[in-house]
C-alpha cells in the first residue's frame, strides 16, 4: 500500500498532471485576489481612511501600509483560492466529460487526483514561504508607518520624568514605570522605579540606576538595585539588592515604536528560539501558548491547502444531470467551518483551555475527515 502511494506521487509527471495543473491556476489566482479585496476593503480600508483623515498622512503612505499588510491577508485566503480553483476545474471536467473519458480509459480517481496533490503542494510550499519571508518583515513595518502617522513620533530619543503603564489583554493595570530619563535609541532607562502588581497579594517594588530592553529575552534587564516586597495579607516586608534582575514583560514604554515581534510575526527558527527561553525557565511571558500554537500552525497551514485541495476537487464531480447547488453551498459551508474551527481553537489554546498543539492541527483533523468522506462517495460516481 505505501509502495502503491509512493508511486502515485512520485512518478513522473505526466502530460495529464500539466493539463490540469495548469487549469487551476486562473480560478485560483481569481479567488485569492477577490477574497482578499473584500478583507482588504472589510478590515485594513477602515484603518487608512483613519490614517488619512485623523494624521493627514498621505495616499501614497496609506497606500504602502495597505501593501504592507497583505502578504499576512494572502496566508489566510490562499487556501480559499485552492479550493474555489479545485472546485471550478473539476466541475469544468466533470461538464465537458473528461472525467468519464479518464474513467473509461481506466484511469481510477485516485491517479486522476495527483495534480490536485501537486497542486496543494505548491500552494503549501508558497503559503510557507510568505508567512516566513515577507509577513515577519511587511508587518512591523506596516505597524510602524501606522505609528509614526498617527501620533508622529510619540517617543523622542530623549525623554525626562517618563512615566508609563503596562495593562494586560483585559485592560488590567501590571505595572507602573517611572525613569528620571528614557533613550528611545538605545532602549534604556535610567533611575528606574517599577510598581509591579502582576502578583495577586504581593506588591513589588523595583529600583534601578537602569534598566537595557532585550528582546531576545522579551522583557527588561535591571541593573544595580534593590527589590521591595510587601505582602497585603501578613503586612510583612522584604528587601533585597541585586547586581542585575530581570523583569519579563509583553509590553515595554517604546511599545508603539520598538514593539518586540508578535509570534505571528516571527519566523520558525526565532520562533523556536523564543519558546526554548521559555520552556528553560529563565523567564514567561502572556506569549507562550501563542507562541507554541503558532509553530505549529507554520507547518499546519501549508498542508491545510493539500486537504481543502483534495475536498475541492471531488467536489466539483456531480453524477450527470444533476444540479451543482449543493456543492456551492456545501463549499461554503466547509470553508466557513474550517476558518471557525481555526479561530476558536487558538482562542482556546490563547486562554490555556486547549493544547495548543491540538488548537493547530484540529482544523486539519476536520479537513482530512471530510475530504475522506468526500472522496470515498464521488469514487462511486467518477
Known amino acids: 500500500m505505501i509502495q502503491k502511494i509512493k508511486n502515485l506521487l512520485f512518478s513522473k509527471i505526466t502530460i495529464l498532471d500539466r493539463y490540469v495543473i495548469g487549469e487551476f491556476w486562473v480560478p485560483f489566482v481569481s479567488g485569492c485576489a477577490i477574497i482578499t479585496g473584500v478583507w482588504l476593503s472589510a478590515d485594513q480600508l477602515r484603518q487608512i481612511f483613519k490614517l488619512i483623515t485623523i494624521s493627514k498622512a498621505p495616499i501614497t503612505l496609506a497606500i504602502t501600509i495597505l501593501g504592507l499588510n497583505m502578504p499576512e491577508i494572502l496566508v489566510s485566503t490562499i487556501p480559499i483560492g485552492v479550493l ?211 509553530f505549529h500552525r507554520k507547518f499546519s497551514q501549508p498542508i491545510a491547502c493539500i486537504l481543502i485541495a483534495l475536498v475541492g476537487a471531488p467536489l466539483g464531480i456531480l453524477p450527470r444531470r444533476s444540479s451543482s447547488n449543493l456543492n456551492y453551498i456545501l463549499l461554503a459551508i466547509i470553508i466557513f467551518q474550517y476558518y471557525m474551527t481555526q479561530s476558536i481553537c487558538m482562542s482556546l489554546a490563547e486562554n490555556n483551555q486547549m493544547t495548543p498543539l491540538l488548537a493547530a492541527w484540529l482544523p486539519n483533523i476536520v479537513l482530512l475527515v471530510i475530504g475522506l468522506l468526500i472522496v470515498r462517495d464521488k469514487a462511486k460516481l467518477a
Open 84 to 294: 474555489w480553483g479545485t472546485f471550478l476545474v473539476f466541475s469544468k471536467l466533470n461538464n465537458d466529460s473528461e472525467i468519464i473519458a479518464m474513467r473509461t480509459s481506466g484511469i481510477s480517481l485516485s491517479r486522476v487526483l495527483r495534480p490536485v496533490i501537486i497542486f496543494g503542494v505548491i500552494t503549501g510550499l508558497m503559503t510557507f514561504f510568505i508567512n516566513e519571508a515577507i509577513v515577519p518583515f511587511s508587518n512591523p513595518l506596516a505597524r510602524k508607518l501606522e505609528v509614526y502617522s498617527l501620533y508622529k513620533n510619540p517617543l523622542p530619543n530623549s525623554k525626562s520624568n517618563f512615566f508609563y503603564m503596562e495593562k494586560g489583554s483585559k485592560g488590567v493595570l501590571r505595572r507602573i514605570f517611572y525613569a528620571a530619563k528614557y533613550n528611545a535609541d538605545k532602549g534604556l532607562l535610567k533611575s528606574i522605579v517599577i510598581l509591579d502588581f502582576t502578583k495577586e497579594g504581593l506588591t513589588q517594588i523595583h529600583c534601578a540606576t537602569r534598566a537595557r530592553w532585550t528582546p531576545e529575552k522579551g522583557g527588561w534587564e535591571l541593573y544595580r538595585g534593590t527589590n521591595h516586597f510587601i505582602s497585603t495579607e501578613d503586612s510583612l516586608s522584604r528587601i533585597s539588592s541585586f547586581k542585575t534582575f530581570f523583569i519579563p514583560s509583553g509590553s515595554t514604554p517604546a511599545k508603539l515604536i520598538k514593539e518586540l515581534s508578535k509570534p505571528g510575526e516571527m519566523n520558525f527558527v526565532k520562533l523556536a528560539s523564543f519558546i526554548m527561553l521559555q520552556k528553560s525557565g529563565d523567564f514567561k511571558t502572556d506569549d507562550y501558548s501563542t507562541a507554541i500554537a503558532t
